[in-house]
């Protein structure tokens, strides 16, 4: 398994790429000798073996000590600080937004790093289950790996090639399901639009936003403010 962390990519207004948003992707893997020796290492040789089992305090430590490191390395840095918010599913293995240890980690540096979780039933609000992990996952299989090593090595050279330009139209997509999301008053009953997003970037024609009319908002506000809450 690995941890991945991505945002919206950012041009300038000559379409330059001023950020990635590729901030890391991280394998849960460990290092431990090996017990016995072989054709391929001796006795005592490191070698990589997966982390079968994802806890808590582990998602924590990787929060805290690869993704939060990251984001402070490559995010744009303007002269406002910005909020950013880190979304997560909703894995059991995953942390509470209010972490004492996370929010005190968040904090370093003057960056102001928010934890929120997916909202449930809704797989299409995950940029990295939408088209990320489908952009990674198809440069990987170009690869042929027999090794723990070999397939890390095979997933984080794949999240290196994926495009900022790819990145940011998995982005469009994520808008467009928020609006068919509205559009069925929180549910999911929808099909993933199909925008021609390839089409419209060589007719230079993409657009940066997906334009929401105004009364699926209304309406969308209408009934959440009808619903009883408990």
Not at 96 to 103: E, I, K, L, N, T
Request: charged fraction near 25%; aromatic fraction near 8%; include cysteine.
């Amino acid at each position: 398994m690995f941890l991945a962390a991505v945002a919206r990519p950012r041009f300038d207004n000559n379409h330059n790429e001023v950020f990635s948003g590729k901030i890391g992707i991280f394998p849960f893997t460990i290092k431990e000798p090996a017990k016995w020796s072989s054709k391929n290492r001796e006795a005592g040789t490191l070698v990589t073996k997966a982390i079968t089992a994802v806890t808590k305090d582990i998602t924590r430590s990787y929060l805290i000590e690869k993704v939060l490191p990251a984001i402070r390395s490559k995010w744009p840095r303007s002269s406002e600080i910005e909020t950013i918010y880190i979304q997560q599913d909703n894995a059991r293995p995953h942390i509470q937004p209010w972490d004492v240890d996370f929010v005190e980690a968040a904090r370093v540096d003057g960056f102001d790093i928010q934890l929120l979780c997916q909202p449930p039933s809704s797989p299409n609000m995950n940029v990295l289950d939408l088209g990320s992990f489908q952009a990674i996952q198809s440069l990987q299989h170009q690869e042929a790996p027999t090794t723990v090593d070999e397939l890390v090595a095979a997933v984080e050279k794949s999240f290196e090639e994926l495009t900022s330009e790819n990145l940011d139209r998995v982005f469009l997509s994520l808008q467009s399901c928020m609006v068919e999301v509205m559009k069925d008053y929180g549910g999911n009953n929808y099909k993933v639009p199909h925008l021609g997003k390839s089409r419209l970037m060589k007719e230079g024609n993409l657009p940066s936003q997906i334009p929401c009319e105004l009364h699926i908002v209304e309406n969308a506000l209408s009934h959440l403010q009808d619903q009883p809450f408990n």
